[in-house]
C-alpha cells in the first residue's frame, strides 16, 4: 500500500489496509504525518517499510518547529510593567513567589519604601523581603516542591554553582519537564561537559534546540555556530537571524560577517537589523534607564572609594 499522504490512503491503515469506520479509528503514525494505523501491532509490522520515509518527514517536522521564530524571549515579560525583560543581566528573581522582575521596578520600589519608611518587600507579592541568603533559599525550596520552574532552575543553578552537578541535574530535569527553558539549556551543558551524567551529544542537542525553541537566545547561538562548524551555513544563518530577532548582541554581529561573506542576503540582513533594534528598544523605559544609573553612580563610587582606600 502506497504510503503517501492524502486521498483515500488518509482513511486507510498503512499496515493492513482496513477503512476507517465508526467502530475502527486510525491513528497517525507516532513519528510523522504520513501515515495511519488501525492498531499499535500494525504500525510494528510496518515500521521497517515506512523507516526511511518516516525519518525524513519527522525530521522535517523537527525543522519546522525549530526554525519558526518566537514571539518572545524565553524570559518574557515582567508581571508588573509588562514589558519585555532583557535576555541579558538586570532583572531580580523574587524567592518569595518567583516572579523575575526587571530592574526598573525594582528600583521604583526601593525608592517608594524609602520615602515612604516602609518595610523592605516584594515588588510583586508584597512578602517580606528575606532577611539572609538562608531564608532566600528555604524559600525557593518551599516554591520548589510546589512544581515551580524558576525556583527549580533557581535551586539547579545554586547546586551547580556549588559544585553538585547531580543533584543540579535533577533539578534542571524536573524543571525542563515542565518546559523551563533555562533548565533546557543548563542541562545542554551538562550532557556537553558530562557534569552529573555521562557526556551525550544526542540529548545535549536536543536540550539545546528545546530551549531554543523556547525562545533562548544563546541556546539558539550555540545551535548556530555548531552549524557553523559543520559548514551548514544556510541553517546557521537561519539560527543567527532568530537570535537576532530577539535582541541577542552577539547574532547580529556574527550575522554583520555573514553579509560581509555573501552567506546571507542585503535583504535579510537588514531585516534582522531592524528587528533587532525593534526588540532591544522594547526592554528600554525611564525606570529602567534611571535604575541602571544608579547602579553605574554606585559603581564609581565604589571604585573610588576602593583608589583612595588603596592610596
Not at 491513528?27 to 504520513?34: E, F, G, I, K, T
Not at 524536573?174 to 523551563?180: H, I, T, V
Not at 551524567?197 to 545535549?204: G, P, T
Not at 555573514?258 to 528587528?275: E, I, M, N, T, W
Request: charged share 30%; proline share 4%; aromatic share 8%.
Amino acid at each position: 500500500m502506497s504510503t503517501d499522504r492524502g486521498g483515500a490512503a488518509d482513511m486507510c491503515c498503512a499496515s493492513c489496509g482496513k477503512a476507517e469506520l465508526d467502530d475502527i479509528k486510525l491513528m497517525d503514525c507516532a513519528d510523522c504525518d504520513l501515515v495511519k494505523y488501525c492498531s499499535d501491532e500494525c504500525e510494528e509490522d510496518h515500521r521497517r517499510q515506512h523507516e526511511v520515509m518516516c525519518k525524513e518527514r519527522a525530521a522535517q517536522l523537527r525543522d519546522e518547529i525549530l526554525f519558526r521564530q518566537p514571539e518572545s524571549s524565553h524570559r518574557g515579560d515582567c508581571p508588573i510593567c509588562f514589558l519585555p525583560l532583557p535576555i541579558d543581566l538586570g532583572n531580580s528573581m523574587m524567592s518569595c513567589c518567583s516572579k523575575i522582575i526587571c530592574r526598573g521596578c525594582a528600583y521604583t520600589n526601593d525608592l517608594r519604601e524609602v520615602v515612604e519608611k516602609r518595610h523592605p518587600a516584594c515588588p510583586f507579592c508584597r512578602h517580606p523581603t528575606p532577611k539572609s541568603q538562608e531564608e532566600a533559599v528555604v524559600n525557593y525550596m518551599k516554591r520548589a516542591e510546589k512544581n515551580d520552574p524558576n525556583a527549580m532552575n533557581s535551586m539547579g543553578n545554586r547546586l551547580y554553582d556549588e559544585g553538585d552537578y547531580v543533584g543540579a541535574f535533577e533539578y534542571f530535569t524536573k524543571a525542563a519537564e515542565l518546559s523551563d527553558a533555562m533548565s533546557h539549556y543548563k542541562l545542554s551543558i551538562l550532557y556537553q561537559e558530562g557534569l552529573g551524567v555521562e557526556k551525550d551529544e544526542k540529548k545535549e542537542l536536543y536540550h539545546l534546540e528545546e530551549a531554543a525553541i523556547a525562545g533562548h537566545p544563546d541556546a539558539r547561538y550555540n545551535l548556530a555556530v555548531d552549524e557553523w562548524e559543520n559548514e551548514r551555513f544556510d541553517r546557521s544563518a537561519k539560527h543567527f537571524i532568530i537570535a537576532a530577532n530577539l535582541g541577542h548582541d552577539g547574532s547580529i554581529q556574527t550575522l554583520k560577517e555573514y553579509y560581509k561573506r555573501g552567506l546571507v542576503s542585503k535583504d535579510d540582513f537588514a531585516a534582522a537589523l531592524r528587528a533587532h533594534h525593534a526588540a532591544v528598544e522594547a526592554t528600554k523605559s525611564p525606570q529602567r534607564d534611571a535604575a541602571e544609573a544608579s547602579e553605574n553612580f554606585r559603581a564609581s563610587q565604589q571604585q573610588t572609594f576602593g583608589e583612595i582606600h588603596e592610596n
